[in-house]
Nanobody
Framework: QVQLVESGGGLVQAGGSLRLSCAAS????????MNWYRQAPGKQRELVAS???????NYADSVKGRFTISRDNAKNTVYLQMNSLKPEDTAVYYC???????????WGQGTQVTVSS
């Protein structure tokens, strides 16, 4: 059983930056993809960014050019650098690990990000 622990959320003004971290209890190299999702109140959880074992990254259109996903295999940690934050980025952000493809097998508990206007 792998545990994922997110951190780095908080309250920030529009235009500001935050860096989220997702620390895994096991070797993240075992996973095909590490993902960041978010869920705003009253909305479905949506994929924000993914990074595969070989380092290929993909982003939702809404965050392209503003967010950057990265991974440090030695630290078993995945990061999400979020710049130029907007109020519509407000959500609980979740880390998800996928063993095969991009289907998440393990979830973290989430970290709240609130962007004020």
């Amino acid at each position: 059983q792998v545990q994922l622990v997110e951190s780095g959320g908080g309250l920030v003004q529009a235009g500001g930056s935050l860096r989220l971290s997702c620390a895994a209890s096991g070797n993240i190299f075992l996973f095909n993809a590490m993902n960041w999702y978010r869920q705003a109140p009253g909305k479905q959880r949506e994929l924000v960014a993914s990074i595969t074992r070989d380092g290929s990254a993909n982003y939702a259109d809404s965050v392209k050019g503003r967010f950057t996903i990265s991974r440090d295999n030695a630290k078993n940690t995945v990061y999400l650098q979020m710049n130029s934050l907007k109020p519509e980025d407000t959500a609980v952000y979740y880390c998800g690990a996928a063993l095969v493809g991009f289907r998440v097998n393990y979830w973290g508990q989430g970290t709240q990000v609130t962007v004020s206007s």
